[in-house]
């Protein structure tokens, strides 16, 4: 009895070890996936490894760094000769403007003068015929001389006036140490103490600064 049972137990246990390695076995679509997934990994490694060495042998290469050296100072090179130019032509600018600022105040100052000449050439002109009145040998030369003088001396100050210059002459008028030197002081009865008596020599002022003060006398009390 034993010894019948002994080749049916090996033939099961033979067709279960058969069915193991069936079962054990990958299936043949997931082998092919499995190996096209791999060949494309394989092939998109082999193009970046590629673009990379190409990428590397350019960066290497002489001939391409030096020719990208040479543009890049060639455009550097066009941009200083630029500015240069704009450089040279602003201080040329600058030379001419500081140029005619120097020969305007040169002229200024040369003919600064000339309004001033001109107004004064009357008052010459005005002397000259007095001197040839008090020349002459008439009768009324004298009299003549002194009106040509006269009408010399208010030709004088009208201009003198249009150039804001006037004249000080302050008889009666109260003493101002601002525009009067006193001289002396004198009594009088006819002027108030410290106002003036006369005057010895006229002033003047300049757009109302004094040029020259009045010489004056300056009244006191009298005893």
Do not use: W
């Not at 080749?7 to 033979?14: D, G, K, L, S, T």
């Not at 200083?80 to 005619?100: F, P, Q, T, Y």
């Amino acid at each position: 009895m034993t010894e019948e049972k002994q080749p049916e137990e090996m033939n099961v246990n033979a067709e279960a070890q058969v069915q193991e390695t069936t079962n054990a076995q990958p299936d043949e679509k997931v082998v092919l996936q499995q190996g096209e997934e791999t060949a494309k990994s394989d092939a998109s490694s082999q193009a970046q490894n590629a673009e990379q060495e190409e990428a590397q042998a350019k960066e290497e290469d002489p001939h391409v760094t030096i020719a990208a050296l040479k543009s890049q100072l060639e455009v550097l090179a066009k941009q200083a000769l630029s500015d240069k130019e704009k450089m040279l032509r602003a201080v040329a600018e600058a030379d001419n403007s500081r140029k005619r600022a120097e020969a305007d105040v040169e002229r200024e100052r040369k003919y600064a003068l000339e309004k001033f000449v001109k107004a004064l050439i009357p008052v010459v002109d005005s002397l000259d015929m007095a001197l040839e009145a008090g020349k002459s040998k008439t009768e009324n030369a004298e009299d003549a001389m002194v009106q040509g003088v006269e009408a010399t001396l208010r030709l004088f100050l009208k201009e003198l006036s249009s150039f804001g210059v006037e004249r000080i002459n302050p008889v009666g008028e109260p003493f101002d140490p601002n525009v009067h030197q006193a001289i002396s002081m004198i009594p009088s009865k006819d002027v108030k103490p410290n106002c003036i008596v006369s005057v010895m020599q006229k002033g003047f002022i300049l757009n109302g600064r004094v040029v020259r003060p009045a010489m004056v006398m300056v009244a006191r009390a009298a005893e």
